[in-house]
């Protein structure tokens, strides 16, 4: 597992022990408690590629690649994201057409979608977010170690 990967990993871990408040790192992080079962923290706008491009597809995106161990429905993806169910299901279909998520398993007459682990592009897009993470996680640490 690269270094990076491995880091971003434990950003958690890493809070926790410099006394960092997530919060103030504003992740969006679900915890998989059962294999059905999921707990979510309440989602913030600032993410690094939304942080970058501003619109709902980057949204998405970034709430995807942070949950990539998770499926979900547009309808849990605008709940907890906030974009507007109509909005989600046309970015869905957007990314879909790109290879950058893919339909995962269907709930009744859900469908529901999660990271495409086999596009390079998906995988680019995982790094460029992990390294960004990193980045963030260091600023905290020398920040909160510089006092």
Same mark, same amino acid.
């Given at each position: 597992?690269?270094?990076t990967a491995f880091r971003c990993h434990y950003v958690v871990f890493i809070c926790a022990v410099y006394g960092i408040s997530l919060y103030s790192y504003k992740l969006q992080l679900c915890?998989?408690?059962e294999s059905? !079962?999921?707990?979510?923290?309440?989602?913030n706008r600032d993410t690094?590629?939304?942080?970058?491009?501003?619109?709902?597809?980057?949204?998405i995106l970034d709430f995807l690649?942070?949950?990539q161990d998770f499926d979900y429905s547009p309808a849990e993806m605008s709940r907890i994201t906030g974009?507007?169910?109509?909005?989600?299901?046309?970015?869905?279909a957007h990314?879909?057409?790109k290879d950058l998520i893919k339909e995962n398993r269907p709930i009744g007459n859900t469908t529901m979608y999660i990271l495409n682990l086999k596009?390079?592009?998906?995988?680019?897009?995982? !790094?460029?977010?992990r390294t960004a993470i990193n980045q963030n996680v260091d600023r905290l640490i020398q920040a909160k170690t510089a006092k």
């Open positions: 597992m690269p270094y915890i998989h408690m059905s !079962d999921r707990q979510e923290v309440e989602y690094p590629l939304e942080g970058i491009f501003r619109n709902s597809v980057a949204r690649i942070l949950n974009i507007p169910l109509r909005t989600v299901q046309r970015a869905v990314l879909v057409s596009s390079p592009m998906a995988l680019a897009l995982r !790094d460029c977010i």
